[in-house]
């Protein structure tokens, strides 16, 4: 049985309590994962453009999936490949993925959620969780192995805006979009009043915004038959390192929650910046609009 999403702040919120450590919180709206819309609204042309024509959709991403390896690469127009850990996202929550985890606060977000372990492993612990990723290979993966997800992009219209208490940017999500300011802000309109985004960085002092494309390693792009297809299409990529991601987060008025590292991979964990009343009941109001234009799907109604 499913729950409702929670009200908004007009009609009444839950606060934190204060420790001795840590001044009180603003109070928090949260949303709730088992309740899911399905909008027929865009809100940014990004969403739209990352579902129809993404790499991420195309046999180089689904076959590694499916086959739980790579090998899987991210190319640059100069030939420099980034391996993608293809293994590890296929297997169980890691020790590294566990502390980001067990800081999590109220439903969660994982945004580009991949095959879904984290969302799997989050709900085994108890929380609400739901993913979402521009491929239907990881939707349908995070479903079969007990998650919640959705086929959507970060830019499109999603369920429980400005009510979810964290969101997850790991294994190099910072960087979708190849445009970290943009993704930041839109993490706070999804984010609840103190909320807490914990992104995975990149462990070198980097700040690189870049074209790239997806390649499996068995043929170079001009060996390829045909017209090129989404695969081959480059698409705008960012890798981050923490002292990057602390300036980008400080001029778009993110608040440093903590910093640390695990099994080699650096995490930052930032509150959600206060926004003006003023913009927050227009944001609220547009989106009680777009609700009223959706169909509410259960979780349990969900493909496994």
């Known amino acids: 049985m499913s729950t409702m999403l929670p009200p908004s702040s007009s009609s009444g919120t839950a606060t934190a309590p204060a420790t001795a450590t840590a001044p009180a919180q603003e109070p928090r709206e949260t949303a709730d994962a088992s309740e899911v819309t399905r ?4 809100t940014d042309p990004r969403g ?8 991420w959709g195309t046999d180089p991403y689904a076959n590694a999936l499916r086959n739980g390896r790579g090998p899987l690469f991210l190319r640059r127009s100069d030939g420099w490949l980034l391996p993608l850990e293809v293994e590890r996202w296929c297997s169980d929550a890691g ?3 566990l502390s980001a985890l067990h ?4 439903p969660v977000l994982d945004i580009g959620c991949g095959p879904g372990r984290l969302v799997a492993e989050l709900t085994a612990l108890g929380h609400r969780a739901l993913g979402i990723d521009v491929s239907e290979a990881a939707v349908a993966r995070t479903r079969r192995i007990g998650g919640s997800a959705l086929l959507r992009s970060v830019f499109d219209p999603l369920p429980g805006e400005g009510r979810w208490g964290t969101l997850l940017l790991v294994d190099g999500n910072i960087g979708i979009g190849g445009d970290p300011a943009a993704l930041l802000n839109r993490a706070a309109d999804l984010l609840s009043t103190g909320g807490l985004l914990i992104a995975e960085t990149s462990p070198l002092d980097i700040d690189e915004r870049v074209q790239v494309r997806l390649d499996d390693g068995r043929r170079a792009p001009a060996e390829k038959a045909g017209p ?6 480059p698409f705008p990529w ?7 991601l602390l300036r980008y987060a ?14 080699g991979r650096a995490f930052v964990s930032l509150r959600r910046p206060r926004r003006p009343v003023r913009e927050r009941s227009t944001r ?8 009223a234009n959706s169909t509410p799907v259960i979780s349990s109604q969900l493909e496994r």
């Not at 909008?39 to 865009?42: E, K």
């Not at 960012?238 to 990057?244: F, K, L, S, V």
């Open 95 to 97: 020790a590294a993925d």
């Open 250 to 263: 400080g001029a778009c008025g993110w608040r440093p929650a903590d910093q640390w590292s695990a099994e």
């Open 284 to 291: 609220t109001s547009s989106q009680s609009a777009e609700s």
């Open 228 to 233: 090129p297809g989404p695969a081959d299409r």
């Open 238 to 244: 960012a890798r981050i390192g923490t002292p990057a």
């Open 103 to 106: 800081r999590c606060e109220g």
């Open 39 to 42: 909008s027929t609204a865009a």
């Open 48 to 55: 739209a453009e990352a579902r129809t024509a993404a790499p």
